[in-house]
C-alpha cells in the first residue's frame, strides 16, 4: 500500500471509538500514564489484600462462602478484568457490555424447546408413525399440504385465467394478421399485384383494416387501374378529414377526382357517336371539345385521360396509326407512372402495326416487370407475334397469360383469332363463344362474328348481329368489310390493326 492510499483509507474502529477529544501527547502524556500507573497499583493492592482478609474467614454451607448481601463491590472479578485497552489509553467498560444476550436468550428458548412435540406448533406430538426423526404432527402436515381457496377467490380467479386465455388468443390473431399482411405486402413487392391484392382483400373481407395495410391497398389499386375499387374503399374507410390531413390518401383522392370528372366530361363529348359509324362522327369537332377539357379554368381535368379519349376517337373514326401514336406518347411523355395499365398495351399494338416490334415487346416487357401477371401484356405480345404470323409464339404468350388468369376473355379471344387462321375452325367457335359469354363486349362479340361467317354458322352470325342490335349498335367497319368480302381473313388479322376494330 502506497502513502497516497494509507492517507485516504479509512480509519480504524479503534479510532472511530475515540471520539473528538484529542489524546495528551508530550510530557501531559507522561504524566497522566504515571498517575494513572499509581491509581491502578493502589487498586491492585486494596484487591489483594481484601481477598487474603475473606480466605482467612469460615465458608457459609458447606465451603464457608459467605452468602451473597446484594452489594455489587468486591464480586471477585478484578477491576483489571474489565479493563480494555484503546490504544494507548485504558478505558473501564462495564460488565453488561461483556455478556452476549443473544445466547442467553437462545439458551432460555433451548430450554423450553421439547423435542417430543411438533416442531411447528409445540403442541401436538410429532408423528413418529411416519418415521422415528418426522418433525411434524398430522395437523401441521395437513396444513401444509392443503391450501383451500376461498369461494370469494373463485370468480378473481376465472377472470385472471379469462384475461390471460383471451389474450394470448388476440395475440395469436395479431400475429396471425400481421404475417398475413406482410405475405401480401411481399408479394406485391415481387411483382404479383393481383395475388398480394387478393390476398389483401381476404384480410379486409374477414375485418381486418389497419390504416396502413388499407393506403398500401390503394397505392396498389391506383397503379394498377382498380379505380372503383380505389372509390370503395377511399369512401367507406376514410373521413375527409382523414383523407385532407394524409399526404398518400389527399394524392390519390385528387387524382382519382380529376380522373372522374375528365371520363364523364369526355363521355359527354363522345358517348352519343360511340355506336355510330366512322363516315357519321364530327371528328374535327369532337376533338377540338376534348382539346378544350385541358384548357378549362372551372374544372380540374387530367390531361392524360383526355389524351386517351382522343387516342380512341382517332381509332374508332379509322386515322392513321401514328396520330394514334401521336397521343398515346403524350401520356407517355407526360413524364407521370399513372395509367400505364391503361395505354401501354394499345401502344404496343400501334407500334406494332406501324412496324416497330422492337418497341412495342419493349413495352410489354416493361408492364410485366411492373405486374407479373398483367393479362394485357401476354396478349398484345400474342397479337404482336400473330401479326408476324408467328403462331407457336402467340399460343404460348396466351399459355403463359392464361396461368396468371385462367379465364381472361382477351386473351381466350386472342387464342380464338389463331385457331381461325391456322384452319382449327371447332376450337376457334369454342374459344369464340367462351370470350363472349364471359364478357360481351365489342371485341367478342364482333369476333364470334367472324367466326361464325368463316365457319359458315349463319345462325351463331345472326345472334352475333342481333345482339350488337339490341345495344343500338353494329359490326365494326373492318368486320363488315370482311363479311362483304372486302377483306379476306388474313387481311383482317395481320394487316392494319390487325383486329377486328
Partial sequence: MNDREKENQPG????????????????????????????????????????????????????????DDGEEEHSGISD??????????????????????????????????????????????????????????????????????RWYMIPVILFVAAVIALSGYSMRGIVSDYTAQAAAHKLLLEHH???????????????????????????????????????????SEFTSEEIEGDRTLSEINDKLTAFNATAEAAYNIIGDYETKPASEIPYDDLMNQLTALTESTEESYDSMIVSYYQFYLAKVCGKDVQTQIGYLNQMKDSGSKDYKWLYYPELAKCLGQAGEYDAAFNLCDEILRDNKDDPSAYAAKASLYRRQQNYTAALDEIAKGLEVSASNPELIRQRAIVYLLQGDTANAKTDAETAFNTSATVSTTNTLAVVCHAIGDTAGYNEAVDFLESYSTQLSDRTQAYVDGELTLEQLFLEGSADVA
Fill in 80 to 149: 483489571w478484568d474489565r479493563l480494555i485497552t484503546v490504544g494507548d489509553t485504558p478505558v473501564i467498560i462495564e460488565e453488561d457490555s461483556l455478556s452476549e444476550p443473544e445466547d442467553d436468550v437462545a439458551e432460555d428458548e433451548e430450554d423450553d424447546f421439547d423435542e417430543d412435540l411438533c416442531y411447528c406448533c409445540q403442541k401436538n406430538e410429532r408423528n413418529r408413525e411416519r418415521g422415528e426423526d418426522y418433525p411434524y404432527c398430522e395437523e401441521c402436515r395437513e396444513s401444509m399440504k392443503h391450501r383451500p381457496v
Fill in 12 to 67: 480504524t474502529p479503534e479510532e472511530e471509538k475515540k471520539g473528538a477529544s484529542p489524546a495528551p501527547d508530550g510530557e501531559d502524556l507522561n504524566r497522566e500514564l504515571e498517575q494513572l500507573r499509581d491509581i491502578f497499583q493502589k487498586e491492585l493492592d486494596e484487591q489483594t489484600a481484601q481477598a487474603a482478609q475473606e480466605s482467612d474467614q469460615p465458608a457459609s454451607g458447606e465451603e464457608g462462602i459467605p452468602e
Fill in 193 to 235: 399485384p393481383v395475388e398480394g391484392l387478393n390476398a389483401y382483400f381476404d384480410l379486409y373481407s374477414q375485418g381486418v383494416s389497419s390504416k396502413p395495410m388499407l393506403k398500401r391497398m390503394l397505392r396498389s389499386l391506383w397503379q394498377f387501374g382498380y379505380i372503383q375499387n380505389v372509390q370503395s374503399i377511399l369512401s
